[in-house]
């Protein structure tokens, strides 16, 4: 069964990190690109970060470049996003999406998708 269960969100002050983890189950990592996505409150649901099967990464949202990076652990067969000076309007619930090989920033072409972790970033 194919699955992916994240964790890692919580509440953090403005300029502070999170790491938020997602561990994939029935597939391997080498065969699929894992997407991380958000949607804050009253907004629309956009991608943040992909990782392809090859381990090549994607940003997909200009706000957190160089805050934000993707990496994987292949032994793990998780995909990490390393979130750095958080800002308020980083607040959202993330999930992270599977497909097959190649990143894409269109949410409706991932085929699994964990139940999304809720970050908070407040003082």
């Known amino acids: 069964q194919l699955q992916l269960v994240e964790s890692g969100g919580g509440l953090v002050q403005p300029g502070g990190s999170l790491r938020l983890s997602c561990a994939a189950s029935g597939f391997t990592l080498s065969s699929i690109a894992i997407a991380w996505f958000r949607q804050a409150p009253g907004k629309e649901r956009e991608g943040v970060l992909c990782?392809?099967?090859?381990?090549?990464?994607?940003?997909?949202?200009?706000?957190?470049?160089g805050r934000f990076t993707i990496s994987r652990d292949n032994a793990k067969n998780t995909v990490y996003l390393q979130m750095n000076s958080l800002r308020p309007e980083d607040t959202a619930v993330y999930w992270c999406a599977a497909r097959s090989y190649y990143c894409?920033?269109?949410?409706?072409?991932?085929?699994?998708w964990g139940q999304g972790t809720q970050v908070t970033v407040s003082s």
């Open positions: 894409s920033d269109y949410a409706g072409s991932y085929d699994t």
């Open positions: 990782i392809s099967s090859r381990g090549g990464s994607t940003n997909y949202a200009d706000s957190v470049k």
